[in-house]
């Protein structure tokens, strides 16, 4: 049996169907039991503005760094209240730290590496994953699963995985890849509009609640093992 952790990537890896089922990622919400005050996290990295938007991932060739630095470029010449925030290290991070100039760089921060991200993603009111689809299709995003457990409303490159667990304009939005304009466009919109951003934020947890939790992953595991060796002891008794 070929196990896959979404329908996209058993379909690009031509799965036969007969034998492959996808069974998600779970998340462990023991993970978001003591995480820090969103005043505190703030404090720590110096953020004032009233609206934060955050991306979380390594900054390799796979994730689209530049989209979510040209649309918060575009973002900030709008708006004054709203500070952009990635936490992520890799071999991308210092040119990307160098697309950041101008008079909007103290409102567009670059964490490194954290350990913490669980806080970082709780302190945040959107949340973001650009994927650079030229060289990357995701499978169930790590990282979207911990914005839509802490209820948090999420814009993501569509395509791959991402577009079983996002719904679009039910849990946030889904866009093109690569278009920097089209995010800047959807982070205007949750912006002005902290009403739809609670709505997504309460309709992403219920969707991990009840798709994406680790006692449906382990669950759904146990019952294909449990079937798997039924068929076996049938089989070796013919």
């Known amino acids: 049996m070929i196990i896959g952790n979404s329908r996209a990537g058993l379909k690009a890896y031509h799965a036969p169907s007969g034998k492959s089922t996808c069974i998600y990622n779970g998340f462990d919400f023991k993970r978001v039991k003591n995480i820090a005050e969103p005043e505190m996290v703030k404090k720590k990295f110096n953020i004032k503005s009233a609206v934060v938007v955050l991306m979380v991932g390594a900054f390799g060739d796979r994730k689209d760094y530049d989209s979510f630095v040209d649309a918060a470029k575009i973002v900030c010449g709008k708006k004054k209240d709203v500070e952009f925030v990635a936490a992520g290290d890799g ?20 964490l490194g590496k954290q350990s913490d991200v669980e806080s970082i993603v709780n302190m ?115």
Do not use: Q, W
Request: charged share 25%; with cysteine; net charge negative.
């Open 91 to 110: 071999k991308n991070f210092e040119r990307i730290s160098e697309k950041i100039n101008g008079n909007t760089n103290d409102r567009i921060k670059l």
């Open 124 to 238: 945040s009111d959107i949340c973001v994953l650009t994927t650079n689809a030229k060289v990357h299709g995701e499978g169930i995003s790590n990282s979207i699963l911990e914005y839509m457990a802490l209820g948090k409303p999420v814009i993501a490159s569509s395509g791959g995985g991402t577009n079983e667990i996002v719904e679009n304009l039910t849990t946030g939005f889904l866009i093109n890849p690569l278009s920097p304009g089209e995010l800047a466009e959807k982070i205007e919109i949750l912006v002005d509009d902290p009403e739809l951003r609670t709505r997504f934020g309460h309709a992403g947890l219920e969707k991990i609640r009840t798709k994406f939790s680790i006692d449906l992953m382990v669950s759904e595991y146990i019952s294909l093992y449990e079937s798997i060796l039924k068929n076996k002891l049938a089989y070796s008794k013919n």
